[in-house]
T-cell receptor, first 116, second 112 residues
């Protein structure tokens, strides 16, 4: 499809395990964002890529969280030594050139992570 | 820091009722303001936006006016439909910044 695609849609893991979440943005979009949405809360910013580089990673909560976008398209969010507090829906969004354009982000449906 | 506060839900209305969802913001400077909507089983999508004071954003019968004096951006619709049932998020951004800041969301349910 033409929208932002996220996989897996659901992931259940055990405390301490490693998890990877994938995002495939809209073709041609240079800007890519990761957000985290906890139950009953709004999306919380994690990291923003412009092309291959992380332009702003100020929202990553600690060094267990890392994200890459090696070819400027698909991005992977990596979480090491998962904790129960990491349970949330992880949202990916893309935009043609970042918020300096229309201000509009195009979101995927999210990856729901549950840490037991 | 910059933040958005919106009324807590859930909000339940009958079809054709008038809708208001309150949103206020705190920001240094003059941000752009947005309403995003999340329909069941779908990703968030932009509903409407306003980029400067007194601007009115509108889409699908929804409206919101950027009020600098009250730092508000309330969402309104004159006659809601069952298909409007969704979660609505108020948000702000500065175009020089790298992120949108979201409120906590308001769940809206419309009874037939």
């Amino acid at each position: 499809g033409a929208g932002v695609s996220q996989t897996p849609s659901n992931k259940v893991t055990e405390k301490g395990k490693y998890v990877e979440l994938r995002c495939d943005p809209i073709s041609g979009h240079t800007a890519l964002y990761w957000y985290r949405q906890s139950l009953g809360q709004g999306p919380e910013f994690l990291i923003y890529f412009q092309g291959t580089g992380a332009a702003d990673d100020s929202g990553l909560p600690n060094d267990r969280f890392f994200a890459v976008r090696p070819e400027g398209s698909v991005s992977t969010l990596k979480i090491q030594r998962t904790e129960r507090g990491d349970s949330a829906v992880y949202l990916c969004a893309s935009s043609p050139s970042g918020l300096t354009n229309t201000g509009e982000l195009f979101f995927g449906e999210g990856s729901r992570l549950t840490v037991l | 820091g910059d933040s958005v506060t919106q009324m807590e839900g859930p909000v339940t209305l009958s079809e054709e009722a008038f809708l208001t969802i309150n949103c206020t913001y705190t920001a240094t400077g003059y941000p752009s303001l947005f309403w995003y909507v999340q329909y069941p089983g779908e990703g968030l999508q932009l509903l409407l936006k306003a980029t400067k004071a007194d601007d009115k954003g509108s889409n699908k019968g929804f409206e919101a006016t950027y009020r600098k004096e009250t730092t508000s951006f309330h969402l309104e619709k004159g006659s809601v439909q069952v298909s409007d049932s969704a979660v609505y998020f108020c948000a702000l951004s500065f175009f020089s910044a790298s992120k949108i800041i979201f409120g906590s969301g308001t769940r809206l349910s419309i009874r037939p």
